[in-house]
Every structure is written in C-alpha cells, then in structure tokens.
C-alpha cells in the first residue's frame, strides 16, 4: 500500500474558484515528488492541503492507509519550507534551529548535538552565532532547510524554496537538498514552476494545468514520452518544436519540405487524420545537422538561419521554415553563420506528432520510446 494517498482531492475556496480538480496520486515510503506548473496552476493549493493548513473540499487524504483529512499538521507529522524563509530575525542561527526543538521542551544536550549535526550537514558550523541579516540569501535558505530537518518528521513539504536565490545558488542547493533527501529519507513533496528543477531533483513528477494533473511519471517518462502538447512544451529547454500542418494523402507539407508520415505511423492512424490537422513536435537537442542530407530514416527540413547563440557547451540556432520559426540545439562547432540556408534532419525515432484538436499525443508504429 502506498504511504500518501491523494484520492479524488478538490479544492473549492470560498469565493467558489475551483483551484484543484480530481487530484489522484499515491506516494512511496521516501520517495522525492515535485508537482511542476506554471503559477497559479494550484501546486500550493495541493501542497497546503497536504500539509493540514488548507482543508480538503472533496476527496480523501490518507497516511498510511489512514484518512488524514482532518488531522492538524503536527498530527500529519510534516515540516515545510516556504518560499520566504521565514527566520526569526533576532536570533542567532543557533536559536533558529533550535527553536522547535525548545519548545517541545527536548533537553539541552540534545538539542546542541542536534543542531550541530544539522549545521554540518547544511555548512553552517561557522555561522551558527551569526543573525539571519547577516548571512547570504543562500546560507538563510539553508537556515530554513535546517529547522524543517531538525525535527524528526515523515514528510518532508517544500513550496519554491529556491525562487528568491541567484540562478548559481539554485544549483548548489538543489544537489543539497537531493543530499538531504538522500540522507534523512524523509517523504518529500516538492513544489516549483521550474522544470529543470522538477528534471534534476524528483523521482516522479507531477505536470499540472489549471487545476489539472497533467502526467504523473519519471524525470525520463516526461521527456521521451510525453502524453500531450502541453507535458511535452513544458519539459525540456528550448522547449520542443511544434509544426503545424494538415495531412494529405498521408503526407504533411511543410512549406515545401514533404513529411510522409507512412514512415512512422500506422495505416489506421493514417486514415482517421486524413485532412485533418496534425502537429509534428520534435526537441531543438533532436536533430542532426552533419551528413544530414545524406541520413538515412530521418526527415529532412530546409531553413534559413536567423540567429545564433553561443551558450558554450551548446548553440542556439534559431530558423526559419518559409515563416515558421523553430529553434535547433547544435553543437558549438556546427554553429551556421547568420542568414544562410541550411537542411537539417530529424530522425524518425525523434519525431512525435499530436491530435491538433485534442492536444493529445498519437502513439507512432515500431517507435516506442
Ligand atoms: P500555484 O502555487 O501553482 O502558483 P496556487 O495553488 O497558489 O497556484 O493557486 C491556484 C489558484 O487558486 C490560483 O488561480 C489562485 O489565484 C487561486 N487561489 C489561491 N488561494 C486562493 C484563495 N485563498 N481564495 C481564492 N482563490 C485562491
Ligand atoms: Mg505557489
């Protein structure tokens, strides 16, 4: 059985805007989630309810295979990290992370070896009788890490955490915190709009839309296999390409450059989107430029270049098909020059295609990824 179960999980505030519909997830003992999604597509919501601090309209919580709906969040046995930190000002790091742990009237020994275990793990030895206004945006962030892991608890809840730190002090946390995980085990439900966040540090991901789950899978299931349009622009960076294009007579034609889907896709697939709208997608990682001419199980698509940008490990090539712009990912030394004309190729394996109409993604022949 699973540890957390989410069954049927609404919420309706009480203005009546229904946040989050039909929320249905289970969670491993230990396991790392991260619910992924653009602001305001209900993450919090969910993580509050989770969390006891924000009641369930509909649907059952349980914990261990005990409804939890109505338990507080100490009864839960949950710790969670927000976005501000939320420190006390006037006290030393040391009375920070102690704080919990003195007002559960735990003794005083235990309590210093505690907080010096935790300040180790974080990198705080040093800082312990420094004042939060006197520490990096990154060491307060650690301080509120600290209080959540002090405490003993089984799950472990975080909304954003890393949102108000500089893009290299997001890095360096985000392996802390998979360290942490690693080393405390706890159960951690992990909140942000970030999907290399989602990408690096979850063992599952869930993509939500406007109230919605969108899929629930691995770091890996998201990106190979993507149920819909949306999953599949929302995971990866640039995000995917998507063409679209009506197919005729089992052919898409791409200003010029033919598509013949009978490549890919089965003969019944084939018939049902005869005449109608179809959308090609494929990552900018997904193609080949070297020898594309030349490759063999691949469709190959002509361009003109219209901007470069030499990230260093990799460049940004931004192309135009005839007025339909798409980006490419090359390496540095295949870099084209600005305003000449080249094909690239996209290998059969790495092409998927979508229901125009329902967003959905249409399961291709002999190419299950
Ligand atoms: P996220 O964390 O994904 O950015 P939230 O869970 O905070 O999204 O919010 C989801 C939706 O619910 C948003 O449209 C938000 O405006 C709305 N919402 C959040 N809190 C309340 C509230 N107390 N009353 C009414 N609507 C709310
Ligand atoms: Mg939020």
Not at 149 to 158: A, N, P, Y
Not at 236 to 259: A, C, Q, R, W, Y
Not at 292 to 299: K, M, R, T
């Amino acid at each position: 059985m699973a540890y957390l179960t989410l069954r049927g999980i609404n919420k309706i505030y009480p203005n009546g805007f229904h946040a989050v519909h039909d929320f249905n997830l289970e969670i491993e003992k230990g396991e790392f989630i991260v619910f992924v999604g653009s602001s305001g597509c209900g993450k919090s919501t969910t993580l509050r309810m989770i969390a006891g601090l924000e009641n369930i309209s509909k649907g059952d919580f349980l914990i261990d295979g005990v409804r939890a709906n109505e338990k507080g969040p100490r009864e839960r046995g949950v710790a969670m990290v927000f976005q501000s930190y939320a420190l006390y000002p006037h006290m030393s790091v040391y009375d920070n992370l102690a704080f919990g742990l003195t007002l559960q009237g735990v003794d005083e020994d235990v309590i210093e070896q505690k907080v010096k275990k935790t300040a180790g793990i974080l990198g705080l030895t040093d800082y312990l009788d420094r004042k939060p206004r006197a520490l990096s945006g990154g060491q307060r962030q650690r301080v509120a890490v600290g209080r959540a892991i002090i405490r003993k608890v089984d799950i472990f809840l975080m909304d954003e955490p890393l949102s108000n730190l500089d893009a290299k002090q997001r890095v360096t946390m985000r392996s802390e915190i998979t360290q942490i995980h690693r080393e405390t085990g706890a159960t951690t439900i992990y909140v942000t709009h970030d999907q290399t966040e989602a990408m690096t540090m979850a063992d599952r991901i869930v993509v939500m839309k406007e109230g919605y789950i969108q899929q629930v899978g691995t770091p890996y299931d998201l990106y190979f296999n993507p149920v819909n349009m949306f999953v599949a622009g929302f995971i990866g960076e640039p995000p995917m390409n998507f063409i679209h294009s009506t197919l005729k007579g089992g052919k898409l034609d791409i200003k010029g450059n033919v598509v013949d889907l009978g490549a890919i896709a089965d003969k019944d697939v084939l018939k049902k989107y005869e005449g109608k709208e179809l959308v090609l997608g494929f990552r900018p990682e997904a193609i080949r430029l070297a020898g594309s001419e030349d490759l063999e199980n691949a469709y190959k698509l002509s361009c003109a270049v219209e901007l470069t940008e030499l990230l260093g490990d990799n460049t940004n090539v931004y192309v135009d098909i005839h007025g339909i712009k798409t980006i490419l990912k090359v390496e540095p030394h295949e870099s084209p020059e600005i305003d000449t004309k080249l094909t690239f190729a996209i290998p059969y394996e790495n092409v998927y295609l979508f229901d125009k109409q329902t967003e959905k993604r249409i399961r291709l022949k002999g190419f299950a990824k």
